[in-house]
């Protein structure tokens, strides 16, 4: 046996060469002196049901009163970046869409948002309305899971069954637009992927109508609820200081009253035209951030009515880039058995134009080019600012795409909303943060 310099490791030589043993972790750096008496150290997760599936929390405790607490992540780590680099730019769009898998359209407006600067490209109008559309009832549909699975973890569970029945309306929605519930890969370099369908338009106005008679009942539920609020208020307390220091952005930020909102204060895709209000609260603890949330799905029902109404009177507008050199997949259209191209195109590809078919083999299976350079985009995701970080070497695939996660960011506030609580409201913390664990792994 070898011992290593490095805490987290050791190498035992075997007949079969070296075998490397990844030992505690954090757990290395704890005193154990300290441990003694009512004085613990324990794992909250990774498996615990309220660190959000694989957050692993290193608590110290006293009796019940948590002294420290660390986050430890990786239990999800996927490698989507470092997959980007071996796939074209298009494809890119598959792979971060996973990443915070309960808002997949932010994750993929980040990353078109910074190849269209790479390319120097703009979608067109109807295409942004629709991004738009899809990013403010994707919003909606983030916060109802962040309230749904927060009142399940503090036993409201009334919360949790109306939480994802409305959820299933709005998933229903992305479903008939883009084939897909979650993982949509809907938004690409130049557009998106194809047009509303047919009766899309009937649906989503249909759908504003029921969640305008069902998002009172959260409020009803909660807002004045004295065991709720007994939860919420003065839990996981953290000021616009600590936030700027740690870079946290979100409802989180906006609880603390400061109106930071990328849609406002750096606006992309004409989100200056539409009609809202930054939701911001003089409360910077649990109960501020879920009446943050609460309030901001009013204000992106008031956005999906104006999205929708303009893109109703842009019929027969062009949803891609006119540039066939980037515009992939092209012409599609939904067909009785699924999602597919079009009998149009397939009928000009094999049997009309020999060059169509080449130059769609080559757009699909080698990807477009982009020129040398970097990018950096940033838009508000309902976790907060996600940005995207893009280099091109020219070639037809990223030379290097890094993700700014806020729920990544944002957890660095476990630890200070955490300490002198008790271990009760650490979950309640957590929950206030809203870290969706896809994305802070990557």
């Not at 893109?311 to 939904?334: H, N, T, Y």
């Not at 195109?345 to 094999?350: A, D, E, L, R, S």
């Amino acid at each position: 046996m070898t011992a290593t310099t490095d805490p987290y490791a050791g190498t035992t030589e075997t007949s079969d060469g070296p075998v490397f043993t990844v030992t505690g972790q954090d757990w290395d750096t704890i005193d154990p002196s300290a441990v003694e008496g009512d004085h613990l150290v324990i794992n909250m997760g990774p498996q615990h049901p309220s660190t959000h599936g694989v957050l692993r929390l290193v608590l110290e405790i006293d009796g019940e009163t948590v002294r420290d607490a660390r986050a430890g992540i990786g239990y999800l780590h996927t490698g989507i970046e470092k997959n980007m680099e071996f796939r074209t730019w298009t494809q890119g769009v598959t792979f971060c869409t996973r990443m915070d898998y309960v808002a997949p359209f932010s994750n993929e407006a980040a990353y078109v948002m910074a190849v269209e600067k790479l390319l120097g490209i703009e979608a067109p109008e109807k295409a942004q309305t629709i991004r738009v559309l899809l990013l403010e009832l994707n919003r909606i549909s983030s916060h109802l899971v962040c309230l749904a699975t927060g009142g399940m973890e503090i036993g409201a569970l009334t919360v949790m069954t109306i939480g994802f029945r409305d959820r299933e309306e709005i998933l229903n929605l992305f479903e008939m637009i883009t084939g897909l519930r979650m993982n949509h890969a809907y938004f690409r370099p130049g557009g998106v992927a194809l047009d509303l369908p047919d009766g899309a338009i009937e649906k989503i106005r249909a759908t504003v109508r029921l969640l305008k008679k069902r998002l009172p009942e959260y409020a009803a539920l909660c807002n004045a609820n004295p065991i709720f609020k007994g939860r919420l208020k003065g839990v996981g307390h953290l000021d616009l200081a600590g936030c700027l220091a740690l870079g946290l952005t979100g409802p989180v930020l906006r609880s603390t009253g400061y109106d930071w909102d990328l849609r406002k204060k750096q606006p992309y895709w004409g989100y200056e035209t539409y009609d809202f209000e930054v939701v911001t609260r003089d409360e910077p603890d649990a109960y501020g951030r879920f009446r943050v949330r609460l309030d901001e799905m009013w204000e992106s029902l008031k956005i999906v009515e104006q999205a929708v109404e303009r893109i109703a009177s842009m019929e027969g507008e062009p949803v891609m880039v006119a540039d066939k050199k980037i515009a992939w997949p092209s012409q599609l259209s939904v067909g009785a058995d699924g999602q597919g191209n079009s009998a149009e195109h397939i009928k000009h590809i094999m049997g009309e134009s020999m060059e169509a078919l080449i130059h769609h083999f080559k757009i699909v299976t080698e990807g477009f080019r982009v020129p040398v350079g970097q990018a950096y985009a940033s838009i508000e995701s309902p976790r907060g600012e996600i940005s995207c970080h893009l280099v091109s070497d020219g070639g037809t695939r990223p030379y290097r795409a890094h993700f700014r996660d806020p729920s990544f960011v944002n957890l660095q506030g476990t630890s200070v909303m955490s300490e002198g609580g008790m271990i009760s409201d650490v979950i309640v913390a957590i929950a206030s943060i809203d870290p969706v664990m896809g994305g802070v792994d990557r």
